[in-house]
Nanobody, 126 residues
């Protein structure tokens, strides 16, 4: 089993920044992919970014690349999502997730991920 706990969400004005954190525990992560997803009210959960634990390879949603940056801390088993130039449409619950096996575009699919955190709310005011 893998436990994921997100933190760092909150209320921010448009144009501001937030850094989300995800603490992972329960298993070793040397071959896993850790991702961030988000879900706005009334919308489907969507892919934001992912990072491969073994080699730091990153995946981004095309629409978010350049504003959002994913990174990790091996020693602490943590993944981060730095979000800059936030917009009201970035308002959503942000989830951290772990996938054991994905490759390529599979790593952008909600269905590929095996473990999920409880989510952290990000609200961007205009």
């Amino acid at each position: 089993q893998v436990q994921l706990v997100e933190s760092g969400g909150g209320l921010v004005q448009a144009g501001g920044s937030l850094r989300l954190s995800c603490a992972a525990s329960g298993r070793t992560f040397s071959s896993y992919i850790m991702g961030w997803f988000r879900q706005a009210p009334g919308k489907e959960r969507e892919f934001v970014a992912a990072i491969r634990w073994s080699n730091d390879y990153t995946y981004y949603a095309d629409s978010l690349k350049g504003r959002f940056t994913i990174s990790r801390d091996n020693a602490k088993n943590m993944v981060f999502l730095q979000m800059n130039s936030l917009k009201p449409e970035d308002t959503a619950v942000y989830y951290c997730a772990v996938d054991r096996y994905c490759a390529g575009n599979e790593c952008r699919a909600v269905s590929s991920y095996d473990y999920w955190g409880q989510g952290t709310q990000v609200t961007v005011s205009s």
